[in-house]
């Protein structure tokens, strides 16, 4: 494989990585379907997952709050709402931990984008959400990487 070569499929499982409900679930299969050493494939999707976190920390309490009032979104943020306070319940029992294990649990509706929302809605401080959602996603990159060379070695 050329280093351009590389470079564009390492990019695309970056870019794979930050998109809601694909996370790096899909990003890290995608890279080593494109050819990437699992290893960079896996350090790929675990960087680009985490670069909506801190936004998400940020604005999304400000974001909600604003399309809570609008008429085409309103109920689905009210849901989002809701889904994320239900999911909250392992976080508000163990804290930072149940914040890791909601994001290292590598399942649809789990991930870094339902740990950064569900910790900006029960105002957990950037400076601890962010590490324990790094390890969260750095224990399910492990996995899904661990996951996806088991199936490559079945074909």
Known sequence: MSLETMFHETLLTFLTAMVPVLELRGAIPVGVAAGLPPAVA?????LGNMVPVPFILLLVRRAFAWLRNTKLLGAKILWLERRAHLKGR????YRLMGLVILVAIPLPGTGAWTGALVAALLDIRMRHAV???????VIA?????VLTMGVVHLF
């Open 131 to 137: 590490p324990a959602i790094f390890l969260g996603v």
């Open 141 to 145: 990159g492990i996995i899904i990487t």
């Open 90 to 93: 392992l976080v508000r029992r």
């Open 42 to 46: 896996c350090i790929a999707a675990i």
